[in-house]
């Protein structure tokens, strides 16, 4: 029997759940709310349901008398609603999927997690840059130690975003809404958490956003390796760079591949990407094996409490002027 799912938010990136669907037999679209009738509309039509099983709201699909042959609630809505709707999702005993941020502060994130646990469900985040081929690749190339131990690494990023999307008010743009990927990434890529942060979040006076449009910081993971962080979508120019120094040789990724630099006299050379999981469907497959048989995949609920917290000790750290210990920030 497929998985019955209740999509909240089925526009945007709220799309991908329900097309991805169309090619497998093991979710259903079940039922279906957006405020936007035009996003409901799309939907309702691709997935063919009567209007019965569509709603102009949250409650609305939850309430309803159908909503008790489903197991799933997907929420893909505005960040700041993630918390209230997962909270109420899992307090019914539903699985929930959420897109990142999984919520906007670790207190939030650590009551849906114990939450969950109390009611016997899992939440899974949709960290899904983990999964691009380069990313992929480079941690394959760092976590099997193929060039010794990473130790330190640069990622910078820039580029000019126009639109300020979800996180045109927020005192921390770039950090909530890219950094949460970035961050991510990195804990992926030196498989290792995080141990300390500093930032400083800054905001160009060009930039559409309230506050936070970049951010320069600087991370210790607990095995000792440190990262360089230096990233703004308010910049005039556009630069992509994420490098990793292992003990035998330098990694970064090159477009078409991962350059390797090696100690000494010997020519760099370029590691083919690997051929990286369909990103839609290996979230999904990460989901049901979580569900079915608890196999705890890096994006689970409990496992994103640290990129959340990363994000927002990330801000903690430039407001106060200070280097934010992750391990009490996360246990607090």
């Given amino acids: 029997m497929p998985r019955k799912c209740i999509h909240i938010g089925v526009g945007g990136r ?3 759940p329900w097309r991805t669907f169309a090619s497998r037999d093991d979710f259903e679209p079940w039922l279906l709310a957006d405020t936007n009738p035009e996003n409901l509309k799309e939907a ?12 102009d709201s949250m409650a609305g699909a939850m309430d309803s008398p159908l909503a008790g042959q489903a197991d799933t609630v997907i929420v893909i809505t505005p960040p700041d609603l993630h918390a209230e709707m997962c909270l109420d999702a899992v307090k019914r005993g539903k699985h929930v999927i959420v897109e990142k941020p999984f919520t906007k502060s670790v ?77 991510d990434t990195l804990r992926w890529v030196f498989n290792d958490e995080a141990k300390r942060i500093s930032c400083i979040s800054f905001n160009p006076p060009w930039s559409p ?87 705890e995949p890096p994006s689970s609920g409990p496992n994103n409490l640290r990129t959340v917290a990363l994000v927002e000790a990330g801000g903690i750290a430039s407001d106060e002027g200070r280097i934010v210990d992750l391990e009490g920030f996360v246990a607090a």
């Fill in 44 to 55: 309702q039509t691709t997935c063919e349901l009567p209007d019965e099983r569509c709603f």
């Fill in 14 to 16: 709220g799309v991908w």
């Fill in 209 to 295: 956003y309230k506050g936070g449009g970049g951010a320069h910081a600087w991370i210790e993971f607990q095995g000792g390796a440190t990262c360089a962080y230096t990233c703004n979508f308010c910049s005039h120019t556009s630069d992509n760079v994420l490098r990793v120094d292992c003990e035998r040789a330098s990694l970064e990724i090159i477009g078409d591949g991962i350059k390797v630099v090696h100690q000494g006299d010997k020519e760099p050379e370029t590691v083919p990407l690997d051929e990286a999981p369909n990103a839609s469907h290996a979230m999904l497959d990460m989901f049901k094996a979580y569900v079915e048989d608890g196999v």
């Fill in 107 to 183: 207190r939030q994130a650590r009551e849906i997690v114990e939450e969950a646990d109390r009611q016997g469900v899992k939440v899974f985040v949709t960290q899904n840059a983990r999964l691009g081929g380069a990313n992929w690749t480079l941690s394959r190339l760092t976590r099997d130690e193929v060039y010794g131990r990473p130790l330190f690494g640069l990622i910078s990023k820039a580029g000019w975003r126009p639109g300020v999307h979800h996180s045109g008010e927020d005192a921390h743009a770039y950090l909530w809404e890219r950094g949460i990927h970035d961050l």
